[in-house]
């Protein structure tokens, strides 16, 4: 199919769908650093991570070796409910940049979570339906992970208890009551169900909660509840394996045109968007294959990344979760709350970390006015209302392409747009009112935090 | 492809997009009942409609006989970005309800209008273009239509002039947020910015407005503004016309891989969608070349196909428009406010209008808490979060597959899934707390309005 005309939108069929997913670890020759107890300061076992994660999950967490696991029949079915999804030429976006750069984006908006969480959460929901659970607990904070997870606990008949960051459960109340719809319980956090969250609200009374000490009584729950396990939608190992369905999806529809681009860019919060959508790219230039630039765009306002350090830490502002070697700005860094989307995790993924590290990918901050105009470019062009998470992709995507356009290179960019911006238009409604405003933490207080990181 | 195991979604191939709209008035015996001047009692004229309309879609409202209309390349570019829509097997529904049936839907939802609007915002929006005009006005009640109106003139670069009904101005500020990321000027009726709507805010001081009154906003300002035309999104003949594409893809799947409907279901407001599903279905059956079963859903809070009369009356509640032959419960016939979704307008398109005179279609209406019962159901099972309108259709869908669990009927059921909830969580919420109520009007009620129905 190599001569032909490249539709606007490349769906694979069934039959051609991934049927395993790719775990990039193995073909890392330095593995990421493995988790720590926090206590003994030695590795986390398995029968240690087993008391907070499901037991299959906990194998795919650890397993630095094992190229592909089988994705269950279960899940297959599950994803071809809302999979395979579109890998987008976007040619409106060229021809309105008149730009000689060809672009794609792989869109995993259109399902009703509204992102790629969803690849995750049936995994993990599965795994625990498997172990002959009766459920699970999570965080949520802007609400894209917590619906997901809600949506996959439906199907599976599975309880669903999901801790909400008091301040979005009362600001996005729709998320709370899409989430409602799947039959979630969701409980605004800190709240009094559990220790930690009755110590927190006794110390900061009116507090309106932080995605760290939602992750702490959801973690609480899990390990305290008779058949409950925790489960979390980015960061961890086993959530960027689920995830390289993005980026086999995409690799597989490229071949099928000829196409192979030369800059992959996703946005990174945790890492689980861009860890799935460039593994089996990632996985070429590892084994030495073939080349590609992988740029990560964080928000300057929490610039893990760009500006923050190579170590072990917390991934938590409890501080009860095990340690994790990443690029770090400290477990008590929370971004300004001027900060309008997600993205807003202190660290990243210990195998992108790894990566970046060593100089195989890399990274650039962009300022949250610049993501939405780009964002509201993007809207007008190609017709889709993007997540700000997925802006800060798209706004790289554009300056490249204007690069291209200067340089006359005609480059492939492909990038990850990871959702939907519909339950975003508060921030919206900011930008367009021009009330949006940019934050740049200053050295002295990224220093700060910095200096309370713990001493392994 | 018939023996084929057929995949949970069916996509055409670009290749295989229509390309040509299907004119259902050409294979009706008995046309539709044209549009009369209210002033004059006779058929309007293409110049009397020109003031009005744009001058193609003057051509498609009254051309009757004309069976095929080519889809300008701008507009084929255009669908390219967000059709072809997938036509879904619904595996997990059919064995979630042990149903022998075989229930397949047409999702318009995957585009960021939410809806099947966009299928004709983009065409009039051509038409206005191509007339050189500056720009369109319309009217909007809960927002999908001016959503995908807005698209479609940020595209082309058309200016969008929307009158939004006051009380959704300020309960939906997400729609309307929406609109002006896509270029619109969005303003509340009743405004002051009209004559009409001076006039309506100085008889109803605090009034909120309602579509009716929108609408003849929305006129006014079409009709007095240098180069601007009036759009509308449901009801009229060259709206139905656009919509064909709907049908035309979905027959095109089914034949692809051998299916044949036996019932074929969609929701009824104004008719955009039903008449753009059907269509060519009913082309075969109006040509005698194969049979169907067709069911229109409406609210039983709004049922001008159950209980309303065939008969001329106003298109708006300020009696500007031209009559309209068409079923109805009278121009000042509106819902009780505690209905929820869309499907709100008191009449119906006259194309459907004179087919379900003729018996070729059925009707059914369905109360409020029935449908989003059938809409959560829907949302668990299947994954996506569906509309309160196209809930309507789902809810008979339901219905008619449990009917063949108890009768053992292997039947075909096709339906419309028109668009997404995502905007209509309040209503969602509403059921979650039990306050959601039906209404059904009392025979008095429906005398009362229709007796104020004009004298032809």
Known sequence: MANEKIPYKIYLNES???????????????????????????????????????????????????KYFDIPDEILSFYKMYRPSPLVRAYCLEEKLQTPAKIYYKFEGNNTSGSHKLNSAIAQAYYAKKQGLKGVTTETGAGQWGTALSMAC???????????????????PFRREVMRTYGASVTPSPSMETEVGKRINAAHPGTTGSLGCAISEAVEVATKSEGYRYVLGSVLNQVLLHQSVIGLETKAAMDKYGIKPDLIIGCAG?????????????????????????????PASCPSFTRGVYAYDFCDTGMVCPLAKMYTLGSDFIPSPNHAGGLRFHGMSSTLSELYHEGLME???????????????????????????????????LDEAIRCRETGEEKTILFGLTGTGYFDLVAYQKYHDGTMTDYIPTDEELAQYRAKLPKV
């Open 16 to 66: 051609e769908m991934p049927k395993q997913w790719y775990n990039m670890r193995a073909d890392m020759k330095t593995k990421p650093a493995p988790l720590l107890n926090p206590g003994t300061g030695k590795p986390m076992t398995a029968e240690e991570l087993s008391v907070v994660f499901c037991k299959d999950l906990v194998e795919q967490e650890l397993d630095n070796d094992t």
């Open 154 to 172: 439906a199907y599976l008949n599975l309880d669903c208890k999901v801790f909400m960051v008091k301040c979005s459960y009362e600001q996005k």
């Open 270 to 298: 945790g890492g689980s968007n861009l860890g799935g959508l460039i593994a089996p790219f990632m996985g070429e230039k590892l084994r030495g294959e073939a080349d590609y630039r992988f740029i990560a765009v964080e």
């Open 363 to 397: 990274a650039r901050a962009v300022n949250q006015t610049d993501v939405f105009e780009a964002a509201e470019y993007f809207a007008r062009v190609e017709g889709i209302l993007p997540a700000p998470e997925s802006s800060h992709a798209i706004r790289v995507a």
